[in-house]
């Protein structure tokens, strides 16, 4: 988009949907991103720009609060709760501009009711036309000024001209994103509901396990919210409070959007209750308060790009950082390969960021251009069968790049075993996050040949199959080789590791396993089967 000075109106990035229509519905923040990653530090500069939004975000709140006067030690305490329990998403994506803008309007619009000064409208529109700009979520913004317009008819029983004045004002602002006008609404709002109707993890309904959780304290403020915003006739409250109790149910996508309503609606709410505590905490103008806003950004800094925690930049625990690596030092691969990628769902957009133009991916986040047959292909492939080599033959797959199996005690989760079958492919490389498999075709024999692993096995979680392999030495000293190898391109992986120390452990080298024991968990230092072989010695 910048540096063709042409805006993309259609897919060039995978070979399932290339030409098909796309819509950067976040084009502001894309162009944002590259230019920050690109003259302003890479990544860093990234999570710089993103903890900045989510300090203004928080440091808004504060504001408002100070503004109606319930600024206080127990409503800075809960909002301190309530951005600590959806931390997991003031992450690298454009939704994090999407709570700001939704903050930003609800302020406007009970501004606007509250005194009816005109001025408003100047500044409902331009949030709403830089939210159109910035996110497909902009329809919250349309949701929330029909909420206000319809609480202020259910008070006053009548349209009163601020109500029409403010429908044009909400709507002609949503209709001029800068590339796609024309039905722009219309289009936006049938996107979203496919999304929502997806299988993608983030859409799915919120599970009770996540209510058991600080969300789930936060969430409780709903009572009173709802209680005293009947009572107090503060309809808006109440009917936003209803809807969005709503939306997060069906989709756990909404959940930081009540979270933030709740920052905002429970202290207001709570004003109006007699019982007060018999000390007073008044925030101080400046020491304290920036100290607070100070550890926030700090944390906003370190929180991951996706997913609770702290980390800088691109974790290697989330993405196929390495894995990528290696495919670019193989030079010749796209050409054997065809340049296509059979990838998972997550991977697709830092498979795009490092591999284009050489490599086209099966599928991204972007959910448009793959909504109905290809994400339905994608789910069915992902069971192996009939499915599977339907969409191998179809594409002509010979390359894929999938997940690391993983278990939590009870479920083996992201296990592809089924997909690729040792007569057909063969694993080539593989890490504490990823394996890549190479179908067994002449183009790619040298590469197998010279990367494949014919003991090892990255889809079995219990080592003990390689008892079953090793029948000599010739087997033990193959196998050897194969986590030797693993471990020149990838000396970091706590897993080959492990695997080595089983090895040794097999052959009852005891001294060479528990050098192993302690490298695994020099690398992670909670890997728990790890520390207890170890034992005492540890």
């Known amino acids: 988009m910048i540096e063709d000075g042409n805006f993309p109106r259609a897919d060039v990035f995978s070979y399932t949907a290339y030409g098909k229509s796309v819509y950067l519905d976040s084009w502001i923040f894309d162009a944002a991103s590259y230019l920050g990653f690109k003259f302003l530090g890479g990544i860093e500069a990234i999570n710089l720009l993103k903890a900045g939004v989510a300090l203004a975000i928080f440091v808004l709140v504060l504001w408002y609060l100070r503004a109606e006067k319930t600024l206080n030690l127990f409503s800075l305490g809960f909002v301190i709760l309530a951005f600590f329990s959806i931390r997991y998403g003031f992450s690298l994506r454009p939704q994090i501009f999407s709570f700001f803008f939704f903050i930003v309007l609800f302020i406007l619009l009970a501004q606007f009711f509250k005194s009816g000064e005109k001025k408003y409208l100047f500044f409902i529109f331009i949030a709403q036309f830089a939210w159109v700009n910035f996110h497909i979520s902009f329809l919250y913004g349309i949701g929330l000024a029909a909420i206000f317009i319809l ?36 289009g936006a709002l049938q996107r979203s509901s496919m999304a929502v109707q997806s299988v993608v993890t983030e859409f799915q309904p919120t599970t009770p396990d996540r209510l058991l959780s600080p969300i789930g304290l936060v969430i409780l403020a709903l009572i009173p919210v709802i209680y005293f915003s009947w009572k107090q006739k503060k309809y808006e409250i109440l009917l936003i409070a209803v809807s969005a109790t709503i939306l997060s149910m069906r989709s756990g996508r ?8 709740l920052c905002l609606a429970l202290p207001v709410c709570w004003k109006s209750v007699k019982l007060r505590p018999k000390f007073k905490f008044v925030l101080p103008k400046y020491f304290s308060v920036g100290a607070y806003l100070a550890f926030l950004f700090i944390i906003f800094i370190y929180t991951k790009n996706y997913g609770p925690g702290i980390n800088p930049g691109v974790p290697k625990s989330s993405y196929p950082v390495d894995a990528v690596r290696f495919i670019q030092q193989l030079k010749d691969l796209p050409q054997k390969s065809g340049g296509r990628i059979f990838n998972s769902y997550n991977f697709g957009g830092y498979l795009i960021w490092n591999l284009h133009p050489q490599y086209k991916v099966f599928l991204d986040g972007r959910y448009t251009p793959y909504a109905g047959e290809i994400f339905d292909k994608y789910w069915e492939s992902v069971e192996g069968g009939k499915a599977w080599k339907n969409t191998v033959k179809k594409y002509d797959i010979t390359l894929a790049l999938m997940p690391l199996p993983y278990s939590d005690g009870k479920t083996i ?22 394996i890549i498999y190479a179908k ?14 014919k003991v090892l096995n990255p889809q079995e979680l219990d080592l003990s199959y390689i008892q079953s392999k090793i029948k000599s030495r010739e087997d033990f000293d193959m196998a050897l080789r194969e986590i030797q190898r693993g471990l020149e391109v990838n000396p970091d992986s706590y897993r080959l590791h492990f695997t080595a120390a089983y090895l040794y452990g097999f052959a009852d080298d005891e001294n060479q396993m528990k050098t192993e024991l302690r490298k695994v968990l020099e690398i992670n230092p909670n890997f728990g089967p790890a520390r207890q072989l170890l034992g005492p010695s540890l």
């Open 151 to 186: 609480s202020d008819l259910w008070r006053m029983k009548k349209i009163r001209r601020e109500h029409i004045t403010l429908v044009g004002t909400v709507l002609g602002a949503s209709l001029l994103h800068a590339f796609y006008w024309q039905n722009y609404i219309i």
């Open 254 to 261: 909404f959940i930081p959007y009540l979270v933030l309503f």
């Open 413 to 434: 989760y992201n296990n592809s075993s089924a997909m690729f079958p040792e007569a057909e492919w063969a694993p080539i490389y593989y890490d504490d996050v990823s």
């Open 440 to 453: 067994k075709t002449d183009e790619l024999q040298d590469v197998i040949g010279k990367y494949g692993y």
